[in-house]
């Protein structure tokens, strides 16, 4: 009865259980494996991270740079069209001060002469002598000056 049993009972379990103990550990070693490899694709997946974030913050930064470097362009040439404008006023100010001036003396010159005419002319029609007079002091005058 013995014999029967190990035969037919406790050699089959026994080989049952073998064969469940073998799933089993393989069973665990697949765990292992995936589990070392869950382990690898985390730090991957962190390293990739932590890549993608440098290589952000390099844009980032070149970015920054490449928009202060606009800005300051901008802001130059702003200036200098600032300055150019600032010029061209004086410039046209300057320009027109002169032509007001000279149209001024002009006007000045013809209301002197103007009055000067008027005054003189009454003058001497009534003192024939002051006419003889301002003819020698026009004439010392041009001496004076050569």
């Keep these: 009865m013995l014999w029967l049993l190990r035969r037919y009972a406790?050699?089959?379990?026994?080989?049952?259980?073998?064969?469940?103990?073998?799933?089993?550990?393989?069973?665990?070693?697949?765990?292992?494996?995936?589990?070392?490899?869950l382990n690898?694709?985390?730090?991957?997946?962190?390293?990739?991270?932590?890549d993608a974030r440098r290589e952000g913050e390099a844009m980032?930064?070149?970015i920054q740079q490449s928009n202060q470097r606009l800005i300051a362009a901008a802001q130059a040439e702003a200036r200098e069209q600032r300055d150019?404008?600032?010029?061209?006023?004086?410039?046209?100010?300057?320009?027109?001060?002169?032509?007001?001036?000279?149209?001024?003396?002009?006007?000045v010159g013809r209301l002197a002469i103007s009055a000067a005419s008027r005054i003189?002319?009454?003058?001497?029609?009534?003192?024939?002598?002051?006419?003889?007079?301002?003819i020698a002091d026009a004439l010392s005058g041009v001496d004076r000056n050569n």
């Design 10 to 37: 406790y050699k089959p379990v026994l080989k049952m259980l073998d064969d469940r103990a073998e799933r089993v550990r393989t069973s665990m070693e697949q765990a292992e494996q995936i589990r070392r490899e």
């Design 40 to 50: 690898e694709a985390q730090a991957s997946a962190q390293q990739v991270i932590q």
């Design 60 to 62: 980032r930064a070149q």
């Design 84 to 107: 150019k404008i600032i010029r061209d006023a004086r410039e046209q100010i300057q320009a027109e001060t002169e032509r007001a001036k000279l149209e001024l003396r002009q006007e």
């Design 120 to 134: 003189i002319g009454q003058e001497l029609k009534s003192d024939p002598r002051l006419h003889d007079q301002l």
